[in-house]
């Protein structure tokens, strides 16, 4: 499977952002999906993930209530639409497939598959 990212860019705090996650190969239409984000000099950190059916949604706390998963399964699409962006959400943003079904979609180490990031600036 490969994923591609896109939709990074320059906000300003309090704007928004969608980005989007593709995938293709092989059982690009399985299994579920992940956003992750990563600053430099820090760990990856986990933001949001969605079963494969979209019907089940999981966020990091800091970013509740301001972001949003979802999918166009039709596009093998993942979306990632952050509203109320804050300076602290400037990262480089990572999407991520797991290759099986019933794992914990808020683990880092549930992932296989990794897209090449986009990065997010967000200024004050």
């Known amino acids: 499977v490969q994923l591609q990212a896109s939709g990074g860019g320059l906000a300003q705090a309090g704007g928004s952002l969608r980005l989007a996650c593709t995938a293709s190969?092989?059982?690009?239409?399985?299994?579920?999906w992940g956003w992750f984000r990563q600053e430099p000099g820090k760990e990856r950190e986990f933001v949001s993930a969605?079963?494969?059916?979209?019907?089940?949604?999981y966020y990091a706390d800091s970013v509740k209530g301001r972001f949003t998963i979802s999918i166009d399964s039709a596009k093998n699409t993942a979306y990632l639409q952050m509203n109320t962006l804050k300076p602290e959400d400037t990262a480089v943003y990572l999407c991520?497939?797991?290759?099986?079904?019933?794992?914990?979609?808020?683990?880092?180490?549930?992932?296989?598959?990794w897209g090449q990031g986009t990065l997010v600036t967000v200024s004050s």
């Open positions: 969605c079963s494969w059916s979209g019907s089940q949604t």
């Open positions: 190969g092989p059982a690009a239409d399985r299994y579920g």
């Open positions: 991520a497939k797991p290759k099986a079904y019933g794992m914990d979609l808020t683990q880092e180490s549930t992932y296989t598959y």
